[in-house]
């Protein structure tokens, strides 16, 4: 695709963004975020794209291979993600099949109509099974994406489940606002979105733990809704956090601290454990059960690599996260599918 077909939908993008008023009630009964993070959720929408990003997305093409049409099945968790499934679907191939989300199909379908690309159509009803050319671009669990590939008769590229982590050695507060800005993004349900902040040192854990609390409870961004299940598991980990550590909570959401470095996620919705670790091997150790599903770290001082704790994540300042620049997935893992929930990992212990 050369650069003035990705230029029309970058302008559709911002075609989408300018009339973003007329989505942001429905977007906010679909996601069940409020409506201000709806607002905040459209400022994360690609509008731009640089000359390095349309290089690097010509060589991610390239490493593909042409297709003569990418079906792209979408997930339900960001709704601006859409935009850039629709995209890199489009410089690999001259037609495009998309099927929203049942659950949230209002920004896929705005997109589309913005968009004015005859080569991209919707398909709401369509069947797996049915797609006899081209390749599958699958977004979701990896439980959804091993169903896909169960029922597929083409190649299929998942992008499945997916989770972001801190490194922190530098300013607590600094650290702690920044990263309240990453988690309070489409209410942490993103494969970018932090989930777990590792801190050199316990004091300065706690100090982070704190401000990051703070931050969340003074944000004028509402979070959105808890599912049933969200809120049972919410309860669940707040529980395991009091017994290993301590818990800030409220209505804007919770942050757990330990003294021990085993990470413990929680569901979605605003809820993060700060962990310390004084070590490098120490902190290999923590993170291992989760590297596979890591996508980014969000990265602030400290005397190590990040990029050598998971190879395959993008590495990016705190509170930049959210914000990957359209140059490729943002997923950058291998196309498998995982077979292990990156939940069932150790339970924290009391010291």
């Known amino acids: 695709m050369d650069r003035e077909a990705l230029g029309r939908l970058v302008s559709g993008a911002s075609r989408l963004y300018a ?33 390095d990003d349309v290089a690097r997305l010509s ?18 968790t960001v709704f601006v993600a859409a935009f850039r ?7 690999v191939a001259p037609e495009v099949v998309l099927r929203p989300s049942r659950r949230d199909p209002i920004c896929a379908r705005a997109l589309v109509e913005c968009m004015q690309d005859t ?24 439980a959804t994406l091993r169903a896909v590939e ?15 982590v801190c490194v922190v050695g530098g300013d607590p507060v600094a650290a702690g606002e920044a990263i309240a800005r990453d988690v309070v993004a489409f209410d942490q349900r993103g494969c970018l979105s932090p989930r777990i902040v590792w801190v050199d040192g316990g004091a300065r854990a706690r100090d982070v733990a704190h401000a990051l609390a703070s931050a969340l409870e003074a944000s004028p961004v509402p979070r959105g809704v808890l599912s049933v299940d969200e809120r049972g598991e919410a309860r669940r980990w707040g529980e395991s956090m009091r017994f290993a550590g301590q818990v ?3 209505p804007w959401g919770a942050v757990g601290l330990t003294c021990a470095p085993d990470a413990v996620l929680g569901p979605p919705g605003r809820h993060v454990h700060v962990a310390p670790f004084a070590t490098t091997p ?11 599903f890591v996508t980014t770290i969000g990265f602030q001082d400290g005397g190590l690599d990040p990029a050598a704790l998971v190879p395959h994540a993008r590495v990016v300042a705190l509170g930049s996260m959210q914000r990957p620049p359209l140059d490729g997935p943002v997923d950058r893992r ?9 939940r069932r990992c150790p339970a924290p212990t009391a010291r």
């Open 19 to 51: 009339r973003r008023d007329v989505w942001v009630s429905d977007l906010a009964s679909t996601t069940g975020l409020s409506e201000a993070g709806v607002r905040l959720g459209f400022e994360h929408l690609e509008r731009e794209v640089s000359d």
């Open 59 to 76: 060589a991610w093409a390239l490493s593909q291979g042409p297709a003569d049409r990418v079906t792209v099945l979408l997930s339900a």
């Open 85 to 91: 499934a629709l995209v890199l679907a489009r410089i």
């Open 119 to 142: 080569s991209i159509r919707i398909e709401e009803g369509l069947d797996v099974a049915s797609v006899d050319r081209g390749v599958i671009h699958a977004y979701g669990t990896d």
């Open 150 to 164: 169960a029922a597929a008769r083409v190649p299929v590229l998942g992008h499945g489940t997916g989770l972001g």
């Open 248 to 250: 800030w909570e409220g």
């Open 282 to 292: 120490e902190l290999r150790a923590a993170l291992a059960p989760l590297a596979r």
């Open 334 to 342: 291998s196309a498998g599918v995982s077979s292990t929930d990156p």
